[in-house]
């Protein structure tokens, strides 16, 4: 049995005939003109980068000798200061990795939500078994998981690279350098015992 056929209409092919319409509707000079001022856009656009790339090379270039000039001033000071230079530094060294430990703690795996899998607190806490209250783990697990051991470990950090800086910028060069030296004499004299208690 054959399937009737509907029949077509004119109004079947309007949106054909619409679109072909529309095409034909459109004006070649504005398309032109169009053209025109994209292309006048991105030129001024393309002026004002290279503009903003020369006064930024002109800036660095006047930048340099200041910036050279304070660099060589800054390792004058760190040479004629050594002591003073190292126990500044690692006073900042004390407070960036105290405002990293966060970051820290979950590179270890100590996350918010507990120990992540397959890292290396979750190996800790399989060794362990069960974990205790005031344990180092439960400390960490809880810093991790923003407790009041996250403040301890906060406030030790910075009240000690505070006192590392201030200490560095107070106490003078011959007082550093003399206690450097009576620890390096102590060190050494421990030492020396040690050997000639096993009789090296």
Avoid at 35 to 57: C, V
Avoid at 59 to 68: G, I, N, V
Avoid at 71 to 80: E, G, Y
Avoid at 157 to 181: D, M, N, Q, R, Y
């Amino acid at each position: 049995m054959a399937l009737p056929v509907q029949a077509s209409t004119p109004s079947d092919h309007s949106y054909t005939f619409n679109g072909a319409e529309n095409l034909r509707l459109i004006n070649p000079a504005d398309l032109t003109n169009n053209m025109a001022g994209l292309g006048a856009a991105l030129s001024t656009l393309s002026y004002a980068s290279i503009r903003s790339a020369i006064k930024l090379q002109d800036l660095a270039s006047r930048l340099k000798p200041a910036l050279l000039k304070r660099l060589k001033d800054i390792s004058t000071w760190v040479r004629a200061h050594p002591y003073r230079a190292f126990g500044i530094f690692g006073g900042i060294t004390i407070l960036g990795l105290t405002f990293a430990i966060p970051a820290i703690l979950e590179i270890v795996g100590f996350g918010a939500l507990g120990p992540v899998a397959g890292s290396i607190a979750t190996g800790w806490h399989s060794s362990l078994g069960l974990v205790a209250a005031g344990t180092p783990f439960a400390f960490l697990q809880s810093a991790a998981m923003g407790g009041a051991a996250m403040g301890v470990m906060t406030g030790i950090g910075v009240l000690g690279g505070a006192v590392t800086i201030a200490a560095a910028l107070t106490l003078k060069e011959g007082t550093v350098g003399g206690l450097v030296s009576s620890c390096k004499g102590a060190v050494g004299g421990a030492v020396k015992k040690f050997k000639s208690f096993f009789g090296k």
